[in-house]
């Protein structure tokens, strides 16, 4: 079931109030979240919820395991096996396919003509996202962060419904403590919710849509345009992937606050950023914090030479390029972030070495950092930084054009087709160019640098209209929405992941 | 806020949308499968819209539909001849129903008056459009094009009228050749002009779809004027659509046969194990295998598209002076 269809529509429509009226019994309220998360997900093939539930029960079963070892050498043995029984889950369903053809083709050249067998599976929406949040889980318990909690607690967790499938990669740490306290109705941040799907609706249906076909038809027949065309193109992308999965997420986090759940922030005005590690603080953040805590830091972190670090980053962005897809395009995107990000620190340490007082760019990230929630006082969207003389710009720029260098190989059929895109953007003159579109991309770029405060002002001010006020402001972007975006649903481009 | 007070919240916008956007609710019940699901979904926009309509609620839509004008879900009269709509739009006529014989010249492409080749259908010509794309390359005779409708076919004008989109999109491009591919949604019942239900599989059905295969070559066609080229559909994994994808053939074959500048490309040598069944690998003639079909079983994969794009080529490029 996708967000914006009206079939989920009338999904929600039942589960919202059926769970406000039920919260007073938590028991029954865990039952029937529960079960509204199966019937979500069974909607899409009911042989997933099958793949569901084996991991509720796999990993609450190795959690236990884990918490019940007698020492750190038995607490370390079984998170590993918790940690590849995922993994190896995660890999036949995902990149069986991927590791059959590539030995193929490597045994080809070595002029062995075979392909190994592999049974026809279909990837399971959403198990990526799923399978890091168990993860998630097996590992804080085998760090002693939290403790295992009751069986059906764990199933909510897993399977509650706004996050399954696409995010954000909320933590167990981060969603058990709110289980465990009765949602208060009184509290429910509904005027950032409805703020929240509106604005995700939009982004999702129109924005996105519009963008796509302009996106499309570069990286469809990438020869047939001129540079400037092409590098419009890769704009296109740049902002397509970012309305689509920004605005899915800005769904789940508001479905989410209607049913008194706070979910950290995962955008925080990406193309702002003045480098990459800037970048990975903005964009995806939650997977970004993931790969950092349970990746990155269990490399061994910046715990090391450098070179050691150098490899740890390399390697996170590496395997975090493969999260998104078993192909070599997400393999090369994941190297150009990682390689990124290296260059980066060496540059950095290299400034430091000479300039003690510190560079302008590139603070490391405290590691281990909580995660801002949506919706606290705490919470911080930092939105872009002020400027600061030209130079900022100059690497606002520069960072926006790395990261579009990425998304070449994000979006390209084959490693081919992006070098492809690249020679016509390089090499290749002229292209006609869409004004409208150009005009549409500059304010897609204005926005990122819309201030923060102004944003939490006019919600602010929103929450506080009347109900039919609410209303009418949402009935208009429903319109809106039905008159400008396209017909039928354009699929999500992270359900692939 | 209370949570009370966002569901009611919810509740007031939920209504007043439905009523604002009623037609469109309507056309989206419409578009369903036929069975149950359609069927209630009707039962319940139907009186929906018919309400909205008689208070002028949904007005307001259109005319911002009018204003943008992005409510384009016109009809033509090819694939349903006796259809009517508010929005009809004039099928680009051919210029005789089933083109004569001709031995007609065709025009060597330049530089300067590239081959306009338009590839259109479902989803399925998506893979190959960019299999094609990459035949191609650079070459600057060749001016390619694509309109690829996910989720569509030539069962469902309600869904989308291919007769009128075609229409639309020859009459803005103005194609030299035109690359067909439909199906994958096809293995369905439909409506024949009168209203008729023609269950799956039945002869009315099949017949009728080849009665449409033939509508929409002659406009693509117009008279001989266009080279069309009709893809037909390989060997399929499910098995429903694996049966249907005879008649889609047979009638897009039919269809070639009595029309000179019409082809078909016969999928199921090309893409069919030995017995012409499924099959989602082939041995290349250098020995090496490749995974001809995507994971859902009905797709060609990238490596497949690639492999059929030189018979694509080849069976337009000689009639247009390339080679």
Known sequence: ??????????????????????????????????????????????????????????????????????????????????????????????????????????????????????PNVLLPIGISFFTFQALSYVIDVGRQRIKPVRFVDFAVYLSFFPHLVAGPIVRASEFLPQLRHRRDPRRVDAGLALWLLAAGLFKKVVVSSYLATAANRVFDFPHQHGGLDALVGVYAYAFQIYADFSGYTDMAIGLALLLGFRFPANFDAPYSATSLQDFWRRWHVTLSRWLRDYLYIGLGGNRGTKWRTYRNVMLTMLLGGLWHGAAWTFVCWGALHGGGLVIERWWRERRTARHPAGALVGVPAVEGAPAPYVGTPQFEIHGAAPARGGRVWVHRIATFHVVCLGWIFFRAATVHDAFTVIDRIVFHRGGGVDLRLVAVLGGLFAAQYVPADAVGRVQAAFSRWSIAAQAGALTSVLVAIDVLGPPGIAPFIYFQF | ???????????????????????????????????????????????????????????????????????????????????????????????????????????????????????????????????????????????????????????????????????????????????????????????????????????????EYARRVGAIVDLASDGGRRTVIWVGLAPERPDRLNQAKDTFNAAARDAAATRTDVHFVDLVPLFGDVGGGYTDTLTKPDGSVVVVRESDGVHLSHDGANLLAPTLWQSFAPEWHLA
């Open chain 2, 1 to 207: 806020m209370p949570a009370g007070r966002a569901i009611a919240t919810l509740f007031l916008t939920f209504v007043v949308a439905s009523l604002l956007c009623s037609e469109s609710l309507e056309r989206i019940a419409q578009r369903q499968p036929y069975g149950t699901t359609r069927d209630i979904a009707l039962a319940v926009t139907k009186p929906l819209h018919r309400v909205a309509h008689t208070f002028f609620l949904d007005r307001p839509r259109q005319w911002l539909a009018d204003v943008t004008g992005n409510d384009r879900q016109p009809v033509a009269n090819v694939l349903l001849p006796t259809a009517t709509t508010a929005t009809t739009v004039p099928a680009v006529t051919p210029t005789s129903q089933v083109a004569t014989p001709t031995t007609a010249a065709r025009r060597t492409p330049t530089p300067d008056a590239p081959l306009k080749v338009l590839m259109a259908g479902d989803s399925l010509i998506g893979n190959i459009s960019q299999a094609v794309g990459l035949l191609v390359g650079d070459d600057p005779r060749v001016a390619l094009k694509t309109d690829v409708q996910v989720g569509t076919g030539l069962s469902r004008p309600d869904v989308l009228d291919w007769g009128a989109e075609l229409s639309y999109v020859l009459d803005k491009q103005d194609p030299d050749v035109v690359i067909l591919s439909f199906g994958a949604n096809d293995d369905q019942p439909l409506r024949d002009p009168s209203g008729a239900f023609l269950p799956l599989f039945s002869d009315g059905w099949a017949k």
């Open chain 1, 1 to 118: 079931m996708l967000f914006p269809t009206i079939r989920f529509a009338i999904f929600f429509a039942i589960v919202l109030p059926v769970s406000w009226l039920l919260m007073p019994r938590p028991l029954r309220w865990r039952v029937f979240m529960v079960a509204a998360s199966f019937v979500f997900y069974g909607a899409w093939n009911r042989n997933y919820t099958l793949l569901l539930a084996a991991s509720i029960v796999g990993n609450q079963f190795f959690a236990n395991l884990i918490h019940r070892a007698r020492d750190d050498r038995g607490r370390q043995v079984r998170m590993a096996i918790a940690i590849a029984a995922n993994v190896a889950v995660l890999g036949w369903f995902k990149y069986a396919g991927f590791l059959a053809d590539t030995t193929s083709s490597a045994l080809g050249w070595l002029g062995i003509h075979s392909r190994l067998p592999v």
